[in-house]
């Protein structure tokens, strides 16, 4: 009997010491019942899909479902052009933009677990010239200068993951905040520049007075750009050569880039706009954003909040080597407890007064992600613990730990009149989960 007890321990032991099979995304096998969807239901997304397209809502785009690291949904609509010249192909390049960000955030937690810098550490101890930027207090409306008063706090690695630093897209703000980042040159700066380097960059954002003291609220901003250059500074490398070298190589993310190479230029889809009509045109000459960014010449500014182009395959990748706890095809990126800390509820004190993210209960920001917690139960049909973004241009993404699910939309239209789309794309993903 006692052997027997010893025996049944052991495999207990075993059993319980042996870590989950690691899933890897097959890009192989698009089999909706092996990732257990209804085939039948999941197809209603073509017909979603198509009836933005054929009403002129939607140029096309490429949209792909992974559960359990299978491919479930994998398919391109539309046309680059309206003349029906080129379609949309699974290998087509998005600009990401703001899905840069979860990146960038990816980067630094890289760091972080390695030991290198502490979330709670002063922006200032690594970027010096911060040390010095205050509060906005007067604005000049003559001139639009300005004065400052020093912060209650210094901005920490923690405030600009989860924008609450007081940094802001001037572009996106009104009145006196707008005025003072335009003085001084910080417009249409989140996705590249002509002329300055990330330095130059984040040296002229530090002359820019914040909104707000660090911690008080949150309010979306240039944040990640100034971890870009921390990263830069930390690590001793640009940040493209950090993401490659630490992201991209390892999870075989090939046609991701800041600028693109020559040979890829044809690959870039355009960027359409929705007139008062509804009808799409395309915007690619003349913008002021300069959409043709991605086809700049490399003169090293490397925008960590929104420089990024991207396929929807390469960025299934990096999402399924985060719902797998940092690891894809037996390549780490993170520890697993890592990226439990990176997608936890960072404003739980501020959602309490109201500073938060959103009003909706549930609605929350952990490090670099927005995130769906407990409370936002029935909101929608992600599950709590989903944690999401998307980009300027009309791009997408999720992760549903609990349905070990992953999607990613790409289109590129700005501005777009539709935005219940998406969530009418995700009803018919998760209406499709028949398991």
Same mark, same amino acid.
């Given at each position: 009997?006692? !052997?027997?007890?010893?025996?049944?321990?052991?495999?207990?032991?075993?059993? #319980?010491?042996?870590?989950?099979?690691?899933?890897?995304?097959?890009?192989?096998?698009?089999?909706?019942?092996?990732?257990?969807?209804?085939?039948?239901?999941?197809?209603?997304?073509?017909?979603?899909?198509?009836?933005?397209?054929?009403?002129?809502?939607?140029?096309?785009?490429?949209?792909?479902?992974?559960?359990?690291?299978?491919?479930?949904? *994998?398919?391109?609509?539309?046309?680059?052009?309206?003349?029906?010249?080129?379609?949309?192909?699974?290998?087509?390049?998005?600009?990401?933009?703001?899905?840069?960000?979860?990146?960038?955030?990816?980067?630094?937690?890289?760091?972080?677990?390695?030991?290198?810098?502490?979330?709670?550490?002063?922006?200032?101890?690594?970027?010096?010239?911060?040390?010095?930027?205050?509060?906005?207090?007067?604005?000049?409306?003559?001139?639009?200068?300005?004065?400052?008063?020093?912060?209650?706090?210094?901005?920490?690695?923690?405030?600009?993951?989860?924008?609450?630093?007081?940094?802001?897209?001037?572009?996106?703000?009104?009145?006196?905040?707008?005025?003072? *980042? &335009?003085?001084?040159?910080?417009?249409?700066?989140?996705?590249?520049?002509?002329?300055?380097?990330?330095?130059?960059?984040?040296?002229?954002?530090?002359?820019?007075?914040?909104?707000?003291?660090?911690?008080?609220?949150?309010?979306?901003?240039?944040?990640?750009?100034?971890?870009?250059?921390?990263?830069?500074?930390?690590?001793?490398? #640009?940040?493209?050569? *950090?993401?490659?070298?630490?992201?991209?190589?390892?999870?075989?993310?090939?046609?991701? &880039?800041?600028?693109?190479?020559?040979?890829?230029?044809?690959?870039?889809?355009?960027?359409?706009?929705?007139?008062?009509?509804?009808?799409?045109?395309?915007?690619?000459?003349? &913008?002021?954003?300069?959409?043709?960014?991605?086809?700049?010449?490399?003169?090293?500014?490397?925008?960590?909040?929104?420089?990024?182009?991207?396929?929807?395959?390469?960025?299934?990748?990096?999402?399924?080597?985060?719902?797998?706890?940092?690891?894809?095809?037996?390549?780490?990126?993170?520890?697993?407890?890592?990226?439990?800390?990176?997608?936890?509820?960072?404003?739980?004190?501020?959602? !309490?007064?109201?500073?938060?993210?959103?009003?909706?209960?549930?609605?929350?920001?952990?490090?670099?992600?927005?995130?769906?917690?407990?409370?936002?139960?029935?909101?929608?049909?992600?599950?709590?613990?989903?944690?999401?973004?998307?980009?300027?241009?009309?791009?997408?993404?999720?992760?549903?730990?609990?349905?070990?699910?992953?999607?990613?939309?790409?289109?590129?239209? &700005?501005?777009?009149?539709?935005?219940?789309?998406?969530?009418?794309?995700?009803?018919?993903?998760?209406?499709?989960?028949?398991?």
């Amino acid at each position: 009997m006692l !052997k027997l007890i010893t025996f049944l321990f052991s495999i207990l032991v075993l059993f #319980s010491c042996t870590p989950p099979p690691q899933i890897d995304l097959d890009t192989k096998v698009i089999n909706p019942k092996e990732a257990g969807f209804s085939e039948e239901r999941l197809a209603l997304a073509d017909s979603l899909i198509e009836r933005y397209r054929s009403n002129q809502w939607l140029p096309g785009g490429v949209f792909l479902v992974a559960r359990r690291g299978t491919i479930a949904y *994998y398919k391109s609509f539309g046309y680059h052009s309206l003349n029906f010249w080129t379609p949309y192909q699974n290998e087509d390049i998005f600009r990401i933009a703001s899905m840069t960000k979860a990146v960038t955030s990816v980067a630094v937690m890289q760091l972080y677990e390695q030991g290198k810098l502490g979330l709670d550490d002063p922006l200032k101890n690594y970027l010096p010239a911060f040390a010095e930027t205050g509060v906005l207090q007067q604005l000049n409306p003559a001139d639009s200068s300005f004065t400052t008063t020093p912060p209650q706090r210094p901005i920490t690695i923690r405030h600009l993951l989860t924008h609450t630093s007081g940094l802001v897209y001037g572009d996106f703000e009104q009145g006196d905040i707008r005025a003072a *980042y &335009h003085k001084l040159g910080l417009q249409n700066v989140g996705l590249s520049h002509q002329s300055w380097t990330t330095k130059q960059f984040i040296d002229q954002l530090a002359r820019a007075p914040m909104a707000f003291h660090p911690g008080e609220r949150y309010c979306y901003g240039l944040n990640m750009d100034v971890l870009g250059r921390v990263i830069e500074v930390v690590s001793g490398l #640009s940040l493209r050569d *950090y993401f490659q070298q630490h992201i991209f190589e390892p999870l075989e993310m090939v046609d991701t &880039h800041f600028y693109l190479p020559q040979e890829k230029h044809e690959r870039l889809v355009p960027v359409y706009a929705q007139t008062d009509q509804g009808t799409i045109m395309k915007q690619e000459v003349g &913008h002021s954003l300069g959409i043709n960014y991605p086809k700049n010449k490399d003169r090293g500014h490397y925008a960590g909040g929104g420089g990024l182009s991207s396929t929807a395959l390469d960025y299934a990748r990096f999402m399924q080597a985060l719902l797998n706890g940092g690891e894809l095809n037996g390549q780490r990126i993170l520890g697993p407890k890592t990226v439990e800390l990176m997608t936890s509820d960072q404003l739980v004190a501020l959602n !309490k007064k109201g500073a938060g993210r959103s009003s909706i209960p549930g609605k929350t920001f952990s490090l670099g992600f927005g995130l769906l917690t407990e409370e936002a139960e029935g909101l929608n049909s992600k599950s709590p613990g989903t944690y999401e973004w998307g980009g300027y241009f009309n791009t997408q993404f999720f992760i549903d730990p609990k349905e070990e699910l992953i999607f990613v939309g790409m289109t590129q239209v &700005h501005p777009f009149n539709h935005s219940e789309f998406y969530d009418r794309l995700t009803a018919v993903i998760y209406g499709a989960i028949d398991d």
